[in-house]
């Protein structure tokens, strides 16, 4: 039976809310600007640099800012490409579209027959994996709260606390533990028991359904 991963850290959407969250709207990110190149056009063509090789390293490190979806923002960190949100605090509604939309699936695929080659597990595993990252930087959004030995998160009302008190109340922690990257999506299994809300992994679901998809298993 599907457990639903922190139900409690986030409302029900519905399928179709979930679907415009990751597929419909866009959010701002910061990202590499080389994600953004037609890599075959690259290969044919090449890109411009000064000549001055110290000039050309600094402007590769540095970030551009675009509107994009979230499916595509996912699939530019699956290809280990710098992102991250320009607004932080959005994350929370990234992630709990995210979550719901892979929650959808989880159910469907529960249900499945797997007779349909078309489902797009090899997508969901990029979301799931996205996700992952997503989660990392809500979570900072979410008190935890201890009930009987267990984690709780209780999402913070942004509306009665504002957004300066929340960015006001995590300060401090963020200083001590800003990453090198500038603020940009972290590597979830590098992180330390730090108290804040841990996120269930959809992807042994995902993993089965692939193996199922695959044929390797029935």
Request: overall charge neutral.
């Amino acid at each position: 039976m599907f457990n639903p991963a922190v139900r409690e850290f986030r409302p029900e959407l519905t399928a179709q809310e979930a679907y415009d969250i990751v597929f419909v709207n866009r959010y701002m990110f910061r990202v590499d600007p080389m994600a953004l190149l037609d890599m075959e056009e690259v290969k044919r063509r090449g890109v411009n640099t000064s000549g001055i090789a110290r000039h050309d390293r600094q402007v590769s490190r540095m970030l551009v800012t675009r509107s994009l979806k979230v499916e595509r923002a996912a699939e530019i960190k699956a290809n280990r490409f710098r992102i991250g949100l320009v607004m932080p605090e959005i994350s929370v509604r990234i992630y709990e579209g995210l979550q719901s939309h892979l929650e959808h699936w989880v159910n469907h695929l529960n249900r499945s027959t797997f007779n349909d080659n078309n489902h797009p597990i090899e997508d969901l595993v990029i979301l799931e994996h996205f996700c992952d990252s997503i989660f990392f930087t809500a979570r900072q959004y979410f008190k935890p709260t201890s009930k009987n030995g267990r984690l709780f998160g209780t999402k913070i009302d942004l509306s009665k606390t504002g957004v300066s008190a929340v960015r006001q109340m995590f300060r401090k922690k963020e200083e001590e533990e800003a990453p090198q990257d500038g603020g940009l999506f972290a590597d979830p299994s590098q992180a330390e028991d730090d108290g804040l809300p841990r996120r269930e992994s959809l992807m042994p679901y995902f993993s089965e359904a692939l193996l199922k998809k695959q044929g390797v298993v029935e």
